[in-house]
Structures are given as structure tokens and as C-alpha cells.
């Protein structure tokens, strides 16, 4: 992810281990969101060099209502930390997620699905491939804004909803295998998988278009 991310000015990413630092205790604190101005109070620099710094970080401040203390940590943490393992919650542990908490996706590359939510009382509270299923209703405060990347494999009726709430989170990435269409702020990426619609577009190409050489 982190090869994604524009060009850092060298003073601007000097300054990062400082707002990283603050950043922390203020999450530690419980504290969603922060102003420039307060900012400017706590690591001494002004308003405008934070306001331009975290612009390069896309965390665009609202009027008001400050930055997402989630999202900026989750930056910070990709950019200081880029050898870290990516940390990855599934949700959904029907056949599809069932598979994928079985599958060990760290074997390939450094992603790791650290925890799984369901809504079934059956399956909460148990293990699946090493990973622990909770109830959906533990999500904030399981997630604490610390897992970047999410991947739904719940009901497409339960899909919005839910993404709003790992948004909230300062969710980065949504790997979505339901097909519903997801709506999210433009910060976010989402990736659609949709396993019915790829193998009826198999299918498809391989009735019409016979040969592909
Ligand atoms: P799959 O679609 O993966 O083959 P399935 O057919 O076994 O799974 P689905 O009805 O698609 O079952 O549900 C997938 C899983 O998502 C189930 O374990 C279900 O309990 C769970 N689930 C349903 N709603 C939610 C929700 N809002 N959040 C998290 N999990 C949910």
C-alpha cells in the first residue's frame, strides 16, 4: 500500500514522528478527532505548516470538525512503519469467509487477518484457522482504528451499513466480495470481487469467443 502514497516533502516527513507521537496519546485518550489549531498548541508548529503537511497525507480537515484521529494514525503507521505486517479483519464467517480464515494469505505476502465478526451467536466465540470470531457489536471497539484493511464477506444487504461503520474506524482498504455496491468517502479504496459475476463473464467469453489465441 505504501508505494501508493504521493511524495512526502523532506521536512514535512520530519515533522511525521512528531504528529505520530501525539496522535497516539490522543487515541489512548479516546479522542476521535483534532483541530489545527489544538495541534499547533501540542508540537509547536503553526496551523497552516500542519494544515499543508497533512493535506500530502490526503487528510483534509473540515471546518469544525478537525481530522479523523483514526485515519491519520493509520497513515502514520503505513509510512513509519512499512515493514509492519498489514493487519486485515474479515467479516462474515459464512463458506466464503470460512475459506478465507482457513487460507493463509501471510504465506504470499504480509497481509494477516488477525480477527473475524459474525452476527451468529454459533459461531462467535469460536476459532477459525487460529483467527477469533467476535460479535459484529465488539467492531469499534475491537478495531480501534488499528486495522487498515477489511474484507466482507457478509449478506450484500448487510454490506453498507457495515462499511460506514469500519469507515468511521479509519478503515483504509475494503476487499468486498458481496455484490453490493459500496458506497464510501474518496480517501477509501475499494476493491469489488464478485465470484458469480466472474465465472457467468467466463462462461460468457468462452461461448463467444471461443478461442482466446
Ligand atoms: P457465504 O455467502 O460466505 O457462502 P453463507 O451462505 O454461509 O455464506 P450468508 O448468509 O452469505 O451465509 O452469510 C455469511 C455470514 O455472514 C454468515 O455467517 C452470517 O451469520 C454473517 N452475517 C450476516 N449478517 C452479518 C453482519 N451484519 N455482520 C457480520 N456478519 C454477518
Partial sequence: MSNEQPKIPQATAKRLPLYYRFLKN??????????????????????????????????????????????????????????????????????????????????????????AFDVDERKVGTTVGGVPVYHLDELEERLRGDIPVAILTVPAAAAQALTDRLVAQGIKGILNFTPARLNVPNHIRVHHIDLA?????????????????
Fill in 26 to 115: 490522543l487515541h489512548a485518550s479516546g479522542k476521535q478527532r483534532v483541530s489545527s489549531a489544538e495541534l499547533s498548541e501540542a508540537v509547536k508548529v503553526d496551523p497552516a505548516t500542519i494544515r499543508r503537511d497533512f493535506s500530502y497525507f490526503g487528510a483534509l480537515g473540515k471546518k469544525g470538525y478537525g481530522y479523523n484521529v483514526n485515519y491519520l494514525l493509520s497513515f502514520f503507521r503505513q509510512t513509519l512503519e512499512e515493514d509492519e505486517v498489514t493487519e486485515v479483519a474479515l467479516f462474515g464467517v459464512g463458506n466464503l469467509g470460512t475459506a478465507f480464515l482457513n487460507y493463509n494469505f501471510s504465506k504470499n505476502n504480509n497481509t494477516k487477518i488477525v480477527m
Fill in 197 to 213: 459475476i466472474e465465472l457467468q463473464s467466463l462462461v460468457y467469453f468462452l461461448k463467444n469467443y471461443p478461442s482466446p489465441s
